[in-house]
């Protein structure tokens, strides 16, 4: 029998502070969404009319080629307009991908009871942390997601730490991924400034990072609920893997001549990678590199998960425009923060689009 919550609040508390999440919400029986997951109309997803981001994906090998510039020039430009592409024959190895879709929805299968033990306050380690939706306490509409996050520190936390289903792959995963991150961030870094960053530099603005899976259930209301709500994310570039249900969204803006705002979907590519731009490195490149604005639609038929490694600058880094480049520019956009103080804003908001970013403006 489907259960009854009485209240909004009781529903909270079985979501929210007993740790059922989402899937324990979909095991009880329910059909149809509660009230508390339903978002205001102009939140809403329509998958009906929606085209697809139909742009090849690059081919990270042809980097060591004749064709290295052609490679470098397709970076560069996805990442100066939707700050989104997907890429292939990335360095890691196929079967991981594999692996790594199979232990999400190995953990998240597991009792309410068994992931709790992920939970803030009583997980191991405070870099461990399983949970619901984004921020439920500030949020009026939940996310219908469940999440397990999983910061580095270093190996050996790591495999202490992280939980059993999912811990070497999520290793491997972001060592692996980690190398084609630099390779990258080095690519964009030396376009913007036409030389290479001292060795300490890059490792303040790629010195923290993470793993998370995502557990999106399916959803008997797709049309009313979000996965994820729009909003970019606060580091320097993720690496995204998506399972092949689809779902995933990012905004065009007036950088892609489309002032309508119209959201693409970014199709899922077997073997594919998906990089995406975030916050830092919009701040860092004085706003020529675009953190892009993507949201998650969610599914009736199929649960789905999806993978991120969100590389972040060290929460001591001061992050701030580049010299070299305000020197160019002759005029900045952003101002110095200390990351820590960047983060905790983000997190101190639900979902809002790109204003996330308002935090690091500088005052006109
Ligand atoms: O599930 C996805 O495809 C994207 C998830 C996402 O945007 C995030 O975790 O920041
Ligand atoms: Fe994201």
Redesign the pocket.
């Known amino acids: 029998m489907a259960p009854s919550f009485s209240n909004s609040d009781s529903l909270y508390d079985f979501v929210v502070k007993d740790g059922n999440g989402v899937k324990g919400l979909m095991d009880s029986g329910l059909s149809e969404v509660p009230e508390r997951y339903i978002q205001p109309e102009e939140e809403r997803i329509r998958k009906v009319g929606t085209r697809r981001h139909n742009v090849p994906p690059i081919d990270l090998s042809k980097l060591k080629g004749p064709d290295h510039k052609k490679v470098v020039d397709e970076i560069v430009r996805a990442a100066e307009t939707l700050g989104f592409f997907q890429v292939v024959n990335h360095g890691v190895p196929l079967e991981l991908l594999e692996s790594l879709k199979d232990s999400a929805h190995k953990f998240f299968s597991l009792s309410a009871e068994e992931k709790c033990l992920f939970s803030p306050g009583v997980s191991p380690s405070t870099k461990v942390k399983y949970g619901t939706s984004f921020v439920p306490d500030k949020e009026k509409a939940l996310e219908w997601k469940d999440y397990i996050s999983m910061g580095y520190t270093n190996d050996e936390d790591a495999l202490q730490y992280w939980p059993n289903q999912c811990k070497e792959v999520s290793l491997e995963y972001l060592k692996s991924s980690s190398k084609m991150v630099r390779e990258i961030l080095e690519i964009l870094i030396e376009n913007l400034i036409g030389v290479k960053l001292e060795e300490s530099r890059i490792e303040g603005i790629i010195g923290m990072k993470m793993v998370?899976m995502?557990y999106y259930p399916a959803c008997p209301n797709p049309e009313l609920t979000v996965?994820?709500g729009r909003h970019s994310?606060m580091g320097t570039i993720?690496v995204?893997l998506?399972d092949g249900i689809g779902g995933?969204y990012v905004k065009l803006d007036e950088y892609n001549n489309n002032d309508d705002g119209e959201w693409l979907e970014i199709p899922p590519i077997p073997g594919a990678l998906v990089i995406n731009i975030g916050d830092t490195l919009q701040i860092l490149s004085n706003g020529k590199y675009k953190s892009a604005e993507?949201r998650?639609r969610t599914t009736s038929s199929e649960s789905r998960v999806?993978i991120?490694v969100f590389t972040f600058p060290k929460p001591t880094e001061k992050i701030g425009p580049l010299e070299e480049i305000v020197k160019k520019d002759g005029v900045t956009y952003y101002r110095q923060v200390v990351f820590q103080d960047y983060m905790n804003n983000f997190f101190a908001n639900a979902h809002h689009g790109k204003n996330s970013l308002d935090f690091a403006k500088s005052s006109p």
């Open positions: 998370n995502n996965g994820v994310d993720t995204l998506q995933l993507h998650v999806s991120p």
